[in-house]
């Protein structure tokens, strides 16, 4: 323990109100308490007290949490303590406490954590209370909450400060119980249809699963760069190949792209494969799975997100590529025979492509330019391209697409899924042409993984393939509006880098 003498320093950035608390942190070591206490054995949670009052009243309990609120009456008071389930009232008598415990009352600040030993009744207004017989001080809090009726309003310090936003919002608190329940949801409905969980490297020597710019990093003892992982999906297809039928991963992703309302550089996601199933058992499974979990949680599959209803009951809408850029534009790409046509839709769409593109490329180009947008209910828009499928199993009916889906809610892509390509001929040539396509300069291009084309020589069973994107199926089921409010702690550029963008902005 730190010297009496130490805790009353004062430091120069320190507001008045922070010197005040350090202040009273000497004062409470001066009467002998230690004010950052050990272990404290709770009896109950406050959302307990409240909701059993009936066989608790008069009944000793012991709780702990945050103060929220002191209503000082002279020889009595009123403090609101917070923890994980809610608010409770606490009572207290400075004739029903020592003398220490009542000085030590009057140290105590708004945020400071304590733990109260009492009986519960209700107060002449009614209210569900714990009479203090016993005050244990825990944790003192050295600096201020934010004003109470204010909060943090500055989404970017919210984020930054993940832990004030927490104490101050329970709806906050209440987005990430959710996410913690649906998470359960997701790993139960897979466990009991015989999916096995599994975890697959996150650092990785060649990348690939999809089409990203990777984080880099560099191993000293095998003095090499290796990747942080875009996708588990080529690991997670060895393990099929190995015997493993079905099996899934809940794990982060890497990806070193742009930030916005709907990407974080470090995202979670789900990807299954199932032996023996194509894209059409990855679509059953995307909306029962999906519909469940709202179900599960929400108790109902008709959600509200930013003021739009969603009906998330099976079976969802479903188009192809080109049907979706004809509804909403009018072009037909089912008519395209020549590049040039190609080129004559996306220069009427505005939709940019480079010399290098095929007809493929500049149709889905096209779409995500009209149509993405506008997908708002539940859709699943299959029939993509070959040449920007390169992991996908080509249609046998027209060589020209593949056996490949994604899903979409309100004009954001949630999920993506295919028949995988178990050939490894045809998987070999793909990742030659994925080369070429990075030798015209697409450095999202999939790498050359020959280890990769190895396992299918030794036989990938047909295989039904999904991923989906965790946190913004929390968006939907939380309404959140920027997927920043489902991350715990998304990330943000330095403070210093943060001040000094504003200052450029300023000027």
């Given at each position: 323990?730190?010297?009496?003498?130490?805790?009353?320093?004062?430091?120069?950035?320190?507001?008045?109100?922070?010197?005040?608390?350090?202040?009273?942190?000497?004062?409470?070591?001066?009467?002998?308490?230690?004010?950052?206490?050990?272990?404290?054995?709770?009896?109950?949670?406050?959302?307990?007290?409240?909701?059993?009052?009936?066989?608790?009243?008069?009944?000793?309990?012991?709780?702990?949490?945050?103060?929220?609120?002191?209503?000082?009456?002279?020889?009595?008071?009123?403090?609101?303590?917070?923890?994980?389930?809610?608010?409770?009232?606490?009572?207290?008598?400075?004739?029903?406490?020592?003398?220490?415990?009542?000085?030590?009352?009057?140290?105590?600040?708004?945020?400071?954590?304590?733990?109260?030993?009492?009986?519960?009744?209700?107060?002449?207004?009614?209210?569900?209370?714990?009479?203090?017989?016993?005050?244990?001080?825990?944790?003192?809090?050295?600096?201020?909450?934010?004003?109470?009726?204010?909060?943090?309003?500055?989404?970017?310090?919210?984020?930054?400060?993940?832990?004030?936003?927490?104490?101050?919002?329970?709806?906050?608190?209440?987005?990430?119980?959710?996410?913690?329940?649906?998470?359960?949801?997701?790993?139960?409905?897979?466990?009991?249809?015989?999916?096995?969980?599994?975890?697959?490297?996150?650092?990785?020597?060649?990348?690939?699963?999809?089409?990203?710019?990777?984080?880099?990093?560099?191993?000293?003892?095998?003095?090499?760069?290796?990747?942080?992982?875009?996708?588990?999906?080529?690991?997670?297809?060895?393990?099929?190949?190995?015997?493993?039928?079905?099996?899934?991963?809940?794990?982060?992703?890497?990806?070193?792209?742009?930030?916005?309302?709907?990407?974080?550089?470090?995202?979670?996601?789900?990807?299954?494969?199932?032996?023996?199933?194509?894209?059409?058992?990855?679509?059953?499974?995307?909306?029962?799975?999906?519909?469940?979990?709202?179900?599960?949680?929400?108790?109902?599959?008709?959600?509200?997100?930013?003021?739009?209803?969603?009906?998330?009951?099976?079976?969802?809408?479903?188009?192809?590529?080109p049907e979706a850029i004809k509804k909403f534009s009018g072009e037909d790409f089912d008519q395209?025979?020549?590049?040039?046509?190609?080129?004559?839709?996306?220069?009427?769409?505005?939709?940019?492509?480079?010399?290098?593109?095929?007809?493929?490329?500049?149709?889905?180009?096209?779409?995500?330019?009209?149509?993405?947008?506008?997908?708002?209910?539940?859709?699943?828009?299959?029939?993509?391209?070959?040449?920007?499928s390169p992991l996908a199993k080509q249609n046998r009916e027209n060589p020209a697409i593949t056996?490949?889906?994604?899903a979409f809610i309100y004009g954001r892509e949630i999920a993506n899924g295919y028949s995988e390509?178990?050939?490894?001929?045809?998987?070999?040539?793909?990742?030659?042409?994925?080369?070429?396509?990075?030798?015209?300069?697409?450095?999202?291009?999939?790498?050359?993984?020959?280890?990769?084309?190895?396992?299918?020589?030794?036989?990938?069973?047909?295989?039904?393939?999904?991923?989906?994107?965790?946190?913004?199926?929390?968006?939907?089921?939380?309404?959140?509006?920027?997927?920043?409010?489902?991350?715990?702690?998304?990330?943000?550029?330095?403070?210093?880098?943060?001040?000094?963008?504003?200052?450029?902005?300023?000027?």
């Open positions: 323990m730190n010297t009496k003498d130490n805790h009353v320093q004062v430091y120069e950035n320190e507001s008045e109100q922070q010197q005040v608390r350090r202040e009273k942190l000497q004062k409470i070591y001066d009467l002998g308490i230690y004010p950052f206490g050990d272990t404290y054995s709770w009896t109950h949670h406050a959302a307990d007290v409240i909701a059993n009052f009936a066989e608790l009243e008069e009944k000793e309990v012991r709780v702990a949490g945050r103060i929220m609120a002191i209503r000082d009456h002279g020889k009595t008071a009123f403090l609101n303590l917070r923890d994980v389930s809610g608010d409770v009232q606490i009572y207290l008598r400075q004739d029903e406490v020592s003398e220490k415990e009542y000085k030590l009352f009057q140290l105590l600040d708004i945020g400071d954590i304590i733990g109260v030993r009492g009986n519960v009744f209700k107060t002449h207004k009614g209210e569900i209370s714990v009479r203090v017989a016993e005050l244990t001080m825990l944790s003192k809090a050295l600096r201020p909450l934010p004003d109470k009726w204010h909060g943090l309003k500055d989404p970017e310090t919210r984020y930054r400060q993940r832990y004030v936003d927490l104490i101050m919002s329970p709806e906050v608190r209440e987005t990430f119980t959710k996410r913690t329940k649906i998470i359960a949801c997701i790993r139960e409905w897979l466990t009991e249809r015989g999916f096995m969980e599994v975890e697959t490297p996150m650092m990785q020597t060649i990348y690939g699963g999809a089409a990203a710019r990777p984080f880099i990093t560099h191993h000293n003892a095998h003095n090499m760069d290796v990747y942080m992982r875009i996708s588990p999906e080529l690991f997670l297809k060895r393990l099929v190949v190995g015997g493993f039928d079905r099996v899934f991963e809940i794990n982060r992703n890497f990806r070193n792209e742009g930030i916005s309302p709907r990407h974080n550089p470090e995202f979670t996601m789900l990807e299954t494969y199932q032996a023996y199933g194509n894209f059409e058992s990855a679509i059953k499974q995307t909306e029962d799975l999906i519909s469940y979990c709202a179900q599960k949680v929400l108790g109902t599959t008709k959600i509200n997100y930013q003021g739009t209803e969603i009906d998330l009951t099976p079976p969802w809408n479903r188009m192809t590529m395209v025979e020549t590049i040039e046509e190609a080129r004559a839709i996306a220069d009427r769409l505005g939709a940019e492509y480079t010399e290098h593109d095929g007809i493929g490329k500049i149709m889905n180009t096209c779409f995500e330019e009209v149509a993405e947008a506008k997908l708002i209910q539940p859709t699943f828009i299959f029939g993509h391209p070959l040449e920007i056996d490949r889906f994604e390509l178990n050939d490894p001929i045809d998987q070999l040539g793909r990742f030659e042409q994925q080369m070429q396509e990075r030798e015209y300069g697409d450095d999202e291009a999939h790498q050359m993984d020959e280890d990769f084309v190895r396992a299918l020589e030794h036989g990938l069973p047909p295989t039904g393939g999904l991923g989906i994107g965790i946190d913004r199926i929390m968006m939907f089921l939380t309404d959140s509006p920027s997927i920043r409010d489902v991350i715990l702690f998304p990330l943000l550029r330095p403070e210093e880098g943060r001040q000094e963008a504003e200052s450029e902005e300023n000027e």
